[in-house]
Nanobody
Framework: QVQLVESGGGLVQSGGSLRLSCAAS????????IGWFRQAPGKEREGVSW????????YYEDSVEDRFTISRDKAKNTVYLQMNSLKPEDTAVYYC????????????????WGQGTQVTVSS
């Protein structure tokens, strides 16, 4: 079993930055693909970014490409999402998730989820 805890959310002005953390316990994340998802009110959960367990490759949804960076610190068993140049449309609850076999931006591919952290970007 993997337990995931997100942190780092908050209120920021448009153009600002936040770094989200996804700390894991229970198992090492080395063998899991880790994804970041977000869900805005009234909208479906969408994939934002994910990092491969196999070779560390990173992937981004088009709207966050060049603004967000996903990274993994194996020593801390933590995955980060650095978010720069934030926009009001980035406002959502952000979740991290771990997949032992699955990959990609499909929520159903992931086995474990954190509780989420709120990100609010004011204009």
């Amino acid at each position: 079993q993997v337990q995931l805890v997100e942190s780092g959310g908050g209120l920021v002005q448009s153009g600002g930055s936040l770094r989200l953390s996804c700390a894991a316990s229970g198992e090492t994340l080395d063998y899991y693909a880790i994804g970041w998802f977000r869900q805005a009110p009234g909208k479906e959960r969408e994939g934002v970014s994910w990092i491969s367990s196999r070779d560390g490759s990173t992937y981004y949804e088009d709207s966050v490409e060049d603004r967000f960076t996903i990274s993994r610190d194996k020593a801390k068993n933590t995955v980060y999402l650095q978010m720069n140049s934030l926009k009001p449309e980035d406002t959502a609850v952000y979740y991290c998730a771990a997949a032992r076999v699955g990959t990609g931006f499909t929520p159903e591919s992931y086995d474990y989820w954190g509780q989420g952290t709120q990100v609010t970007v004011s204009s």
